[in-house]
Nanobody
Framework: QVQPVESGGGVVQVGGSLRLSCAAS????????MGWFRQAPGKGKEREFV??????????SYADSVKGRFTISRDDDKNTVTLQMTSLKPEDTAVYYC????WGAGGSDLHDYEYWGQGTQVTVSS
């Protein structure tokens, strides 16, 4: 079992960059695929997939809306996952969640992820 804890959120201007980190306490971190999801403000907004990385970082996947702008990476020695975000847009404003999927492939379905962090707010101002 792991417990993800996100950090690095904040307020940034349009076109700026931000780096989110997720530290996962617990054992066997390398056995988890890790993902980032986000939930925009407003009633009815669902949590949506942003990026994922497979166990040992063999493969990554991204939502079309962030492809080419965001990069996910992991460091199994430090039990951390990072989301580097560049060229930020107002529509990237959301609470960003880190999630862990035990022995998963790193997919986009949030229901595959068993463990979730509390989230970190990212606000992109114009």
């Amino acid at each position: 079992q792991v417990q993800p804890v996100e950090s690095g959120g904040g307020v940034v201007q349009v076109g700026g960059s931000l780096r989110l980190s997720c530290a996962a306490s617990g054992r066997a971190f390398s056995g988890y695929a890790m993902g980032w999801f986000r939930q925009a403000p407003g009633k009815g907004k669902e949590r949506e997939f942003v990026a994922a990385i497979s166990r040992r970082g063999v493969s990554t996947s991204y939502a079309d809306s962030v492809k080419g702008r965001f990069t996910i990476s992991r460091d199994d020695d430090k039990n951390t996952v990072t989301l580097q975000m560049t060229s930020l847009k107002p529509e990237d404003t959301a609470v960003y969640y880190c999630a862990a999927d035990f022995w998963g492939a790193g997919g986009s379905d949030l229901h595959d992820y068993e463990y979730w962090g509390q989230g970190t707010q990212v606000t992109v101002s114009s």
